[in-house]
């Protein structure tokens, strides 16, 4: 597995020990990592939902607090003005001592930002996927002939390349949760989701995960919630088409670390490299952009049923897994990794 992003970064290019205040802040431990629930700039208190957890934490602030705007690689970006902040931002919270009353630094990382770097990395993600009905199959070779849908009802034809070690999976027509398989559920015929590495110079794709049963993922950006039912409204990165989804409350997810490097894995046995993190409905905000492996009732009726969802917030995911934690798979996240 590819390893995870450094905590910290370093930045060589200061011309004073002023100029290295923002550098320095951006390094260390986060006393409290969370995103903005309520803030109060008058009575300079914020209320943050801490990772994890469901508690809500009050964290005050002075006038010698010192607050660091950092971009979604968590590199400093300069001095942030906490009058600015908004619900759904995601803070690190430092303190001095453990007895300190206040924040001594809090870096802020915007969640437009965070935004607008969930549609980069799932559009890569989109680019290295297909879905398609199998048209023919060569079990000695291992490779696809795939006819892609495109949407629109408009296809091509993809060769997909899966010699290196592949992660097939099966949903049947009414489970939740997919079943490890292998190449007997791949019969021409049978509709499958690739996710692996295409071929800039062609339409073909080496293969890393392999899904029959129907199933696709869709990946796109989050118009409106509604809680009851845990409903959500996308519009679809590239087709700009809009669908409703009804998610499961138990299938809700967190990569980390959500960087490009995490996705431009050299071997595609090595495709799905993010550990998923369990969160809830509520983490989710309008503007986020998901991925969701879906499958949609007959004739596109809508809502689809959600089966996973899976979101990030850049490098500052949750608080480092245990060594002994399982890793898990991208769109398996139900199963562990062996």
């Given at each position: 597995?590819?390893?995870?992003?450094?905590?910290?970064?370093?930045?060589?290019?200061?011309?004073?020990?002023?100029?290295?205040?923002?550098?320095?802040?951006?390094?260390?431990?986060?006393?409290?990592?969370?995103?903005?629930?309520?803030?109060?700039?008058?009575?300079?208190?914020?209320?943050?939902?801490?990772?994890?957890?469901?508690?809500?934490?009050?964290?005050?602030?002075?006038?010698?607090?010192q607050f660091v705007q950092v971009t979604v690689e968590r590199k400093p970006a300069g001095d942030?003005?906490?009058?600015?902040?908004?619900?759904?931002?995601?803070?690190?919270?430092?303190?001095?001592?453990?007895?300190?009353?206040?924040?001594?630094?809090?870096?802020?990382?915007?969640?437009?930002?965070?935004?607008?770097?969930?549609?980069?990395?799932?559009?890569?993600?989109?680019?290295?996927?297909?879905?398609?009905?199998?048209?023919?199959?060569?079990?000695?070779?291992?490779?696809?002939?795939?006819?892609?849908?495109?949407?629109?009802?408009?296809?091509?034809?993809?060769?997909?390349?899966?010699?290196?070690?592949?992660?097939?999976?099966?949903?049947?027509?009414?489970?939740?949760?997919?079943?490890?398989?292998?190449?007997?559920?791949?019969?021409?015929?049978?509709?499958?989701?690739?996710?692996?590495?295409?071929?800039?110079?062609?339409?073909?794709?080496?293969?890393?995960?392999?899904?029959?049963?129907?199933?696709?993922?869709?990946?796109?950006?989050?118009?409106?919630?509604?809680?009851?039912?845990?409903?959500?409204?996308?519009?679809?990165?590239?087709?700009?088409?809009?669908?409703?989804?009804?998610?499961?409350?138990?299938?809700?997810?967190?990569?980390?670390?959500?960087?490009?490097?995490?996705?431009?894995?050299?071997?595609?046995?090595?495709?799905?490299?993010?550990?998923?993190?369990?969160?809830?409905?509520?983490?989710?905000?309008?503007?986020?952009?998901?991925?969701?492996?879906?499958?949609?009732?007959?004739?596109?009726?809508?809502?689809?049923?959600?089966?996973?969802?899976?979101?990030?917030?850049?490098?500052?995911?949750?608080?480092?897994?245990?060594?002994?934690?399982?890793?898990?798979?991208?769109?398996?996240?139900?199963?562990?990794?062996?």
């Amino acid at each position: 597995m590819i390893a995870r992003a450094s905590a910290s970064y370093l930045l060589i290019m200061a011309m004073s020990v002023m100029s290295l205040a923002p550098a320095v802040a951006a390094q260390g431990t986060c006393d409290l990592l969370g995103e903005i629930f309520v803030t109060n700039p008058f009575g300079q208190t914020l209320m943050i939902k801490g990772d994890g957890s469901a508690d809500i934490n009050a964290i005050r602030y002075s006038s010698e607090t010192q607050f660091v705007q950092v971009t979604v690689e968590r590199k400093p970006a300069g001095d942030f003005d906490p009058k600015n902040l908004q619900v759904g931002d995601r803070l690190c919270i430092q303190f001095d001592t453990a007895q300190s009353k206040s924040a001594a630094r809090v870096l802020v990382m915007k969640r437009l930002d965070i935004q607008e770097h969930q549609k980069h990395v799932f559009s890569a993600l989109m680019r290295d996927s297909a879905f398609g009905v199998v048209t023919d199959l060569n079990t000695e070779t291992r490779t696809i002939q795939l006819k892609e849908d495109l949407g629109g009802g408009a296809s091509q034809h993809v060769n997909v390349e899966a010699s290196d070690p592949v992660a097939i999976r099966y949903y049947s027509s009414e489970a939740q949760v997919g079943a490890v398989s292998n190449w007997a559920h791949l019969q021409p015929g049978e509709q499958i989701y690739v996710q692996g590495r295409r071929d800039t110079a062609s339409s073909a794709i080496r293969a890393g995960v392999i899904i029959a049963g129907g199933v696709r993922d869709i990946v796109g950006t989050i118009t409106s919630m509604n809680g009851v039912g845990d409903v959500i409204e996308l519009q679809e990165l590239g087709s700009g088409r809009s669908m409703t989804v009804r998610i499961r409350g138990d299938a809700v997810y967190r990569a980390s670390p959500f960087v490009e490097a995490a996705i431009a894995h050299e071997r595609p046995g090595s495709a799905a490299p993010w550990d998923l993190q369990l969160i809830s409905f509520s983490d989710l905000q309008k503007g986020d952009t998901i991925s969701v492996l879906t499958r949609e009732g007959e004739g596109g009726q809508q809502p689809a049923l959600g089966l996973i969802v899976v979101t990030g917030f850049g490098s500052y995911g949750t608080n480092a897994l245990a060594a002994s934690a399982a890793t898990l798979w991208f769109l398996d996240p139900l199963k562990a990794r062996h």
